[in-house]
């Protein structure tokens, strides 16, 4: 039998642990704001970038550049990383419970790192940098000691995105990690979209996605379409919203989304943890198809092929079929990390049910003045996935495929056009697809001609234009599930000399799920001659450079998503200005700063490509990429004397400018 002062003992230790335990637990809830500013984001977790999920916050810096980031907790550096964009100054702090601190843009860091980091700049002769470190070895950091300094490398506008990572270096949100921001206001939903599953199914009586871009607030404060939606077969939807904090005006990303079918939940999205290897997935998270189209970013609330991520759950696709009774009640609840949380609701009908009060809204995502072709003929092919949509102008009451009538398919007016959907025979991998228009007493009226190319999921394959010019190898495992595409020429963009070999392949609104290789040859021409590259057009900025990589008779590159691509040849040299020191110069060395603009619209220029000289020395110049600027500071005072800084700048396809200027360092 224990004595009552053992007894007392032993529960004293208990509660030491249990206080112990409790604060490894909640060490979160106490981890201080990196930076002195008032805690205030301008983006959250999870939100949309180009190809991945953003894997931080980014902190409001209220337009400041300089200001201190703390040690949120005892750490130790364990990588360091300096490079022209990306995260421009990363620091990585790794804390004692195995978790990581991640702060990128930074102005600067704090001496004894910026130390390292300038040596082993200066050993290199480049500015691009990357170091890790061993614990035993590493800088280490006291909570709230200076780590660094928030700036804009790599960016245009002055923020620090800030990071939690667990063990494995899996993204985690931080606002789940203690790091609290003030926030009262409710997310606010902008739109729905509801898309038929496959050639057997129809939102209001069509086989697209019909988009419902403005929902109305109702005296309730719920939101929703104006009236009931008709839907047949398997539909998915998908919600559009933003969010917004106390402290700043920026729109953030939702947290969490849940929808309920019939009051049960159906789906649920919540933006918690996820791993760098399943960034490429957001283009099946998002709806690839509609931000491509120029709807906006929309959340999926169902699971395409290939979407694996842990934070989505649920069965998504919502089956009218297998429903007992029309109508269907869906509700969509939208939260923030703090609990506020909006409200859409809205109701399924039968779509081939006649209502003379139900109105119909919303508008397709496809409208009767665009057209899939560029000859723009009298009928157009879509191709969704698996199933192909023809549209005909009014008058055509039916098409039929392959020579004659293999396959004839009556047509229905939908939104002024006579529309018809198709799913072509599995086994039918590849072929020419003859197309005739009828009109109601069953005269031909149209004759039109694509060659489809079945592209299986987890093949590879090749597939070529008719003429021979382009190639295009795509993978195994690329495409996320078997689907169809097709090669169209584009001669209207063709000038001889300039811009040849362009072609755009179809469906330009279908995700990939890696690289695919583009192979573009000139007619009649080889690909010998200077300047050329492979390049694809960009909605904003044009003709962007992709590679321009000899493979036989073709210039090959690899390209992340399905576009318009030709050859482009650049001729012109880099454009180069020395800014500071100007040539001719007298100045102390404490005083001297280089500064030189660069640009080159054509094909572009990258850092490895700007060498920068001082008295025939390489030195580890800084390029600004987002101003266009080269920088740097001399880390050690120059002698008194003349000097010269030479900058020699190529742009991708070899193209250079170089240009000298001398100046005098006085004591």
């Known amino acids: 039998m224990k004595s009552p ?30 930076v002195d500013a008032e805690p205030a984001i301008t983006s959250s977790f999870g939100e949309y970038r180009p190809g991945h999920f953003h894997s931080g916050i980014d902190l409001k810096l209220y337009g400041r550049v300089g200001d201190p980031c703390r040690a949120v907790e005892d750490g130790w550096v364990s990588r360091v990383k300096v490079s022209p964009g990306g995260y421009g100054r990363a620091l990585y702090l790794t804390l004692s419970d195995g978790r990581t601190a991640v702060y990128a843009h930074l102005d600067g860091f704090a001496p004894r790192i910026e130390e390292i980091i300038r040596a082993e700049q200066h050993a290199r002769e480049n500015f691009t940098v990357e170091l890790y470190f061993k614990r035993s070895e590493a800088v280490q950091f006291k909570r709230n000691d200076i780590v660094g300094y928030a700036g804009r490398s790599g960016v245009k506008h002055a923020h620090l995105h800030f990071e939690m990572r667990d063990s494995y270096e899996r993204p985690m949100n931080p606002l789940s990690q203690g790091f609290e921001i003030s926030d009262g206001i409710p997310p606010r939903p902008r739109a729905l979209a509801i898309e038929p599953m496959d050639g057997y199914s ?72 996820f791993s760098f290897s399943e960034d490429d997935l957001i283009r099946v998270e998002r709806n690839y198809r509609l931000k491509r189209r120029g709807y906006g970013t929309y959340h999926r609330l169902y699971r395409l092929p290939g979407n694996d991520l842990d934070f989505c759950s649920g069965a998504g696709v919502v089956d009218a079929g297998e429903m007992a009774e029309f109508p269907v009640d869906i509700v969509i609840l939208l939260f923030d990390f703090a609990g506020n949380q909006s409200r859409i609701e809205l109701t399924l009908t039968d779509d081939d049910d006649p209502d003379d009060d139900r109105l119909v809204t919303g508008e397709p995502m496809i409208s009767a003045h665009w057209w899939g072709n560029p000859e723009r003929s009298k009928i157009a092919v879509e191709i969704f996935d698996k199933h192909l949509r023809f549209a005909g102008t009014p008058g055509i009451c039916s098409i039929s495929l392959n020579d004659g009538g293999k396959e004839k398919l009556s047509t229905k007016s939908i939104c002024g056009q006579q529309v018809a959907a198709w799913i072509p025979p599995q086994d039918n991998i590849s072929g020419q697809l003859d197309i005739t ?130 050859l482009v040849r650049d001729v012109d040299l880099p454009y180069l200005e020395i800014k500071k020191p100007r040539d001719g110069a007298s100045l102390k060395s404490a005083n001297l700063m280089f500064e030189a603009f660069v640009i080159d619209s054509t094909s572009g220029v990258i850092a490895d490509d700007i060498i920068v000289r001082i008295d025939g020395n390489k030195i580890p110049a800084e390029y600004d990429l987002p101003r266009d600027r080269i920088l740097y500071k001399p880390w050690k005072e120059l002698s008194a004397g003349k000097h010269e800084i030479t900058v020699s700048v190529s742009d991708r396809v070899g193209n250079e400018t170089v240009k000298t200027v001398d100046f005098t360092i006085i004591p």
């Open 5 to 34: 002062s053992a007894t007392l003992a032993l529960y004293l230790i208990s509660f030491v642990v249990l206080l112990l335990s409790a604060g490894s637990l909640f060490s979160g809830d106490t981890a201080i704001w990196p």
């Open 202 to 273: 129809t939102v209001e009586l069509d086989c697209q996605p019909r988009v419902f871009p403005n929902l109305v607030q109702r005296n309730n404060g719920i939101w929703g379409p104006r009236d009931p939606v008709g839907v047949s077969g398997r539909i998915g939807l998908s919600v559009r919203g933003w969010d917004k904090a106390d402290a700043a005006e920026n729109l953030l990303g939702i947290y969490k989304i849940e929808m309920y079918v019939n009051g049960e939940l159906h789906w649920e999205t919540r933006f918690d943890k």
């Open 437 to 566: 228009a009828f009109d109601r007493i069953g005269r031909p009226v149209e004759d039109y001609t694509v060659r489809l190319y079945r592209v299986l999921q987890n093949e590879s394959s090749e597939i070529e234009s008719d003429d021979g010019l382009m190639k295009v190898e795509i993978p195994d495992g690329v495409v996320f599930d078997t689907t169809w595409v097709r090669i169209i020429s584009e001669p209207s963009y063709v000038l001889p000399g300039e811009m040849e070999s362009v072609f755009r392949i179809e469906p330009r609104d279908q995700p990939l799920n890696g690289k695919v290789y583009i192979m573009l040859a000139r007619k009649g021409a080889g690909i010998d001659e200077s300047g050329w590259g492979v390049y694809y057009l960009d909605n904003r900025s044009g003709w962007t450079f992709l590679d321009n990589s000899s493979s036989g008779e073709y210039l090959s590159a690899a390209a992340l998503s399905w576009e318009i691509f030709g």
